[in-house]
């Protein structure tokens, strides 16, 4: 009698010990998503919230969005939209997270979807995802001017204003793509006059592939080390990361 008043004993701690181990456990993310999204959505937009998990840094939590990562905490008692940047290493670490739900593979890219421009031997390779209203990247052009020896692949994605569009099929059904889209965003020759008959463009998987990758701006350039940089930067970034 007393052995089996232990073993019931024993049963029922073990038992009622799981369940407290299960209702401390972290919740998965997409039962966070789904908890959280009734308080961060009527700020964030509708259907904005893909994941929501807990971070590394002082209890904050990460809140996934098509847009990039923006922070909350376990109630979603507020949103903060700014970037975590290490003081110490001045690394971008809400960059950082975003690429490890982004990664891609260079070489698959589908680059019939792309201007292609070759300059010199064309034996070192990058991406760009540009917009032709983007102002950083006629800056960017400047820079890519610069730099020999190099392929340009160019995915135009018109995000940017009411006629990215109709400037980005213009440039597309050019009959020199890259002469026509070189010489526009250098400020070098006028945008090409729109296509009389049908012309396929890839805007539309262009725009679905920016979603893919999770690129929220432009320029946005990615390597054949399969790393992408946000934004506009010197010839002299691009080189070093030819180098790496």
């Not at 904050?60 to 110490?88: C, H, N, Q, W």
């Not at 980005?168 to 008959?197: E, I, R, V, Y």
């Amino acid at each position: 009698m007393r052995m089996s008043l232990l073993r019931s004993t024993a049963a029922a701690a073990m038992f009622f010990g799981g369940l407290a181990a299960a209702s401390a456990a972290p919740a998965a993310p997409e039962m966070l998503a789904k908890r959280l999204a009734p308080k961060l959505e009527p700020i964030l937009g509708p259907n904005m919230v893909e994941k929501v998990m807990p971070s590394a840094h002082a209890g904050l939590y990460e809140v996934l969005t098509p847009r990039g990562i923006v922070y909350t905490d376990k109630t979603g008692s507020f949103v903060s939209f700014g970037p975590i940047v290490d003081t110490a290493t001045k690394v971008n670490l809400t960059e950082k997270r975003l690429q490890d739900f982004s990664k891609f593979v260079f070489k698959d890219l589908p680059f019939k979807d792309a201007i292609k421009t070759v300059k010199g031997d064309g034996s070192r390779v990058i991406a760009t995802f540009e917009d032709p209203n983007c102002g950083f990247c006629r800056k960017l052009m400047t820079e890519v001017e610069k730099l020999n020896n190099v392929t340009i692949y160019t995915f135009l994605i018109p995000i940017l204003g009411p006629d990215s569009a109709a400037k980005s099929t213009a440039l597309w059904c050019a009959k020199d793509q890259s002469a026509a889209w070189t010489g526009f965003m250098s400020g070098k020759a006028p945008l090409p006059a729109a296509p009389t008959g049908h012309c396929d463009t890839p805007l539309e998987r262009n725009t679905a592939l920016q979603g893919k990758l999770r690129i929220t701006g432009t320029p946005a350039i990615l390597f054949p080390d399969n790393t992408k940089t946000p934004g506009y930067v010197t010839a002299d970034v691009i080189e070093a990361k030819f180098k790496k």
